[in-house]
């Protein structure tokens, strides 16, 4: 969707290292999430921010970490990547708090791999 | 934290009226209801929200009874490409999770 993007958009990485991916908006939305979506999972939050340096868990974030220094930016990292990892996370963002009167903007998706 | 009760599937066929209910019996008094569709290899795209009653969009209707244990998504006259998982939603920042949804298959 206009306003977010999502990068890289695939990326292939083997087991025990580093990933970082990137979610930028330009709606000055407050609010930016990242879910990861599996087969028989359907989307399960892992991070969400409320604000610059602001972040806190979701249902599924161990083994990730995210930061947010400034408000257009969330990135989302695997510090050490494990196949189990290996999914399509999509990056969200709301203007208000959570969905009241507004609704969530996805952006296109991140198909990770872990080989 | 609302979860929410959705049918897996659902079959229908072009021009036919869709009505896809969700069960939230744990509601809590200042959550939203909101509806999101998602296409293969796509983010969810948001449809429609309300609190109460009756809202109509361009696209669809939801219908939320009185005690708002459960709401309708209707998709009136639907057609191929309407062929989607449809979400529904309630909850606050940091507790919005998806459920499974429902695969909404249109056919010919």
């Known amino acids: 969707d206009a306003g977010i993007t999502q990068s890289p958009r695939h990326k292939v990485t083997e087991t025990g290292t580093p990933v970082t991916l990137r979610c930028h908006q330009t709606?000055?939305?407050?609010?930016m999430y990242w879910y990861r979506q599996d087969p028989g999972h359907g989307l399960r939050l892992i991070h969400y921010s409320y604000g610059v340096k602001d972040t806190d868990k979701g249902e599924v974030s161990d083994g990730y970490s995210v930061s947010r220094s400034k408000t257009e930016d969330f990135l989302l990292t695997l510090e050490s990547a494990t196949s189990s990892q290996t999914s399509v996370y999509f990056c969200?963002?709301?203007?208000?708090?959570?969905?009241?009167?507004?609704?969530?903007?996805f952006g296109s998706g991140t198909r990770l791999t872990v080989v | 934290l609302a979860k929410t009760t959705q049918p897996i599937s659902m079959d229908s066929y072009e021009g036919q009226e869709v009505n896809i209910t969700c069960s939230h019996n744990n509601i809590a008094t200042n959550d939203y209801i909101t509806w999101y569709q998602q296409f293969p290899s796509q983010g969810p795209r948001f449809i429609i929200q309300?609190?109460?009653t009756k809202v109509t969009n361009e696209v669809a209707s939801l219908f939320i009874p009185a005690d708002r244990k459960s709401s309708t998504l209707s998709l009136p006259r639907v057609s191929l490409s309407d062929t989607a998982v449809y979400y529904c939603l309630v909850g606050e920042v940091g507790d919005m999770r998806f459920g499974a949804g429902t695969r909404l298959t249109v056919k010919p």
């Open positions: 309300g609190y109460k």
């Open positions: 709606e000055n939305h407050r609010y």
């Open positions: 969200a963002i709301s203007g208000g708090r959570g969905q009241t009167n507004y609704g969530y903007t």
